[in-house]
Structure formats: structure tokens, C-alpha cells
């Protein structure tokens, strides 16, 4: 489908680049009324993963939406509690999953999660179905977005047809691009934040599974490339860091997407560089829509009006979600 260009502002003025619109809403945004019921389940490999779940209420059966966050996010960052809130409200049961070592205690197993681990995914999807679901929409942000469209791509037509479509945000579709992009000064706050969550997980695991794990060149890590390098690739089978990005990068799957699925990138998003986007790819799809903001920063998209509870992302989630004939229009 073509990609659809927003050109009407999103943000408020004083909000006035990515940055700000990324940093603001990840610093000072709260969003109460959300009450997770906690399980854990058993991965297939015999690690385990914890989900949360927030019910829309009322009787009948609900459609279920599976949200997945960003890199070392979890079930309770702003842009996940946001949009549940808002699905909630309109009558959708959601599930908002927590990667592993993210869900607030480490995994069991010497692997952690990584951005094309559509394993765990695939578990979280059929453990629904288990549940009794027969309606399925995914939601994914950053890496989340990443693994949504790999796992979508990687099912191609023969997608159980209970996922029934998927929207995602600020997603790195190119993965060396985006790694490259925050190694730049100008994105050395994001970088380091990362860093500093993804450094000690690393000691803590090393000390369960030090045969696995050498710590030797742990100071070497300066950069996100240095950690996919050193520790994510070997980690999970992929020799070195541009291996990992080649083979995990979802603009390598879009092709075989076969279920309504809308892409929405802001173009000053700081960390995705908007040009990394397979733009030409997307254009020719028949399934799968981009949809790209003028403004918005990295999984912000905070409205201009201080009224507003919602932001325009969970506003544009509802309304794709909610057409059954969907073209992405701008409510």
C-alpha cells in the first residue's frame, strides 16, 4: 500500500524535537487505573516468561490484543500501560508480555531475549489460543515492533488466521542502521540508559553461567554494537553483531506479511533514522501500510493538548484496530 504521510503536527511547541518528544513522555507521563493479573508461563525450552493480563470486563467474549515493549522495557512502561488503558475501555482483553530478564526477576536459562526471539512470541500467541481466544491483534513498539513484524513475516500465509492484523511503533527495522544511529553524540543519553540496564544483567548472568559468559571483556562494552558483539550474538547462536542485525532485522520479512498490518514511524524519530525504512519494499505490499508522522520522537507521540489522557499513538492503534476495512486514515 502506498505510505501515507501525516504532515499536521502531533506534538505540543514545547516539545519542540525528537528528543524532547521521546524523553518527555518516558520521564514524567502516568497512567494509573491499570490492575495486571500476573502468570508465568513455561517456554519450551524450560525457561519461563512473565505475562500480564488487564480485562476489558463485562460478558461475552473479547478480542485480545498482545502488546510487547521496547529494549529493556517491560509491561509497565507509559506507551504499554497507555494503550491498555484505551484498549480496555473500548473492549479489548490485552496481554502485555514481559521478555526475558525483563519481567522483573531474571531467566532461568543462559539466554536472555533479543530482537528477533520470535520464539517467545509464538509462545505468548499460542498460550493465548490455549485461553480461548479466537480474535488476536498484536501491538509492538521498538524492538517489540522489530519482533512483531519478523514473527508475522516469518508465518506468511500460513498465519493461524486468529491473529487477525497487527499495528506497530518506532520500529528499527534495519537493526545495524539503528545501532550505528545511537552511537552518534547526539544519542549517547539513550545509548548509555541501555547500556546501564544491559551491563549488569550480563555480571548477573556470567555468575549463574560462567562456562557460558566471560566477563573478560566486559569493560570493552562502550557501545550497543560492542554489547550485540560481544554478548547478544554468541549468546543466541549468530557470529558477531552484523550477523545477529542481518538475520533479525524485520525489513528482511515484510514480503510474506500476509494480515492487515499499519508500520508508524515518525520521521524525527532520534534512534530510527527514517531513511533506513525499506520505504520502496512497503510501497509495492498489499498488506502492510507505513504510515509516517512528521513529528512524534521514538515511541512518544505525545498530543498537543494537555487535556488529552491519550496520546496519538493509542488513538491511532484504537482506530486501525477497530476497522475492519482499514486504510490508514487519521482520526
Avoid at 139 to 160: C, M, P, Q, R
Wanted: charged share 20%; with cysteine.
Amino acid at each position: 500500500m502506498p505510505l501515507t504521510r501525516l504532515k499536521s503536527r502531533i506534538s505540543p511547541y514545547w516539545l519542540p524535537n525528537g528528543h524532547f518528544q521521546s524523553i518527555y513522555p518516558a520521564l514524567f507521563r502516568r497512567i494509573d487505573g491499570i490492575k495486571y493479573f500476573r502468570e508465568k508461563i513455561v517456554t519450551p525450552d524450560e525457561d519461563f516468561l512473565n505475562i500480564d493480563w488487564s480485562y476489558a470486563g463485562g460478558d461475552g467474549p473479547k478480542p485480545l490484543v498482545i502488546l510487547s515493549h521496547g529494549l529493556e522495557g517491560n509491561s509497565t512502561r507509559q506507551y504499554i500501560t497507555g494503550m491498555v488503558k484505551l484498549l480496555n475501555q473500548h473492549g479489548f482483553d490485552c496481554l502485555a508480555w514481559n521478555f526475558r530478564s525483563c519481567g522483573g526477576e531474571m531467566n532461568q536459562t543462559a539466554r536472555f531475549y533479543h530482537s528477533g526471539a520470535t520464539e517467545d512470541l509464538d509462545a505468548v500467541v499460542k498460550y493465548a489460543f490455549e485461553k480461548g481466544y479466537s480474535d488476536v491483534r498484536l501491538v509492538g513498539f521498538s524492538l517489540g515492533g522489530n519482533l512483531t513484524l519478523k514473527y508475522l513475516g516469518e508465518s506468511g500465509v500460513a498465519i493461524d488466521r486468529r491473529i487477525k492484523s497487527s499495528i506497530v511503533f518506532s520500529v528499527p527495522m534495519d537493526l545495524k542502521a539503528c545501532s550505528l544511529a545511537i552511537i552518534e553524540p547526539r544519542n549517547q543519553i539513550y545509548m548509555h540508559r541501555f547500556l546501564n540496564s544491559l551491563k549488569p544483567k550480563v555480571v548477573e548472568k556470567a555468575g549463574l553461567y560462567p562456562q557460558r559468559i566471560d566477563l573478560k571483556d566486559h569493560a570493552m562494552v562502550k557501545t550497543l554494537y560492542d554489547f550485540d558483539h560481544i554478548y547478544t550474538a554468541p549468546l543466541h547462536g549468530y557470529n558477531g553483531a552484523d550477523h545477529y542485525y542481518a538475520e533479525c532485522s524485520s525489513m528482511h520479512f515484510i514480503e510474506p506479511i500476509a494480515i492487515p498490518t499499519m508500520i508508524v514511524n515518525a520521521e524525527n524519530d532520534p534512534i530510527v533514522p527514517f531513511e533506513s525504512l525499506p520505504i520502496d519494499a512497503l510501497q509495492s505490499h498489499s498488506h502492510v501500510t507505513l504510515l509516517a508522522t512528521k513529528d512524534g520522537g521514538h515511541c512518544g507521540f505525545r498530543p498537543a493538548r494537555l487535556t488529552d489522557e491519550f496520546y496519538w499513538s493509542e488513538k491511532q492503534a484504537l482506530h486501525f484496530l477497530t476497522t475492519p476495512d482499514y486504510f490508514p486514515t487519521i482520526p
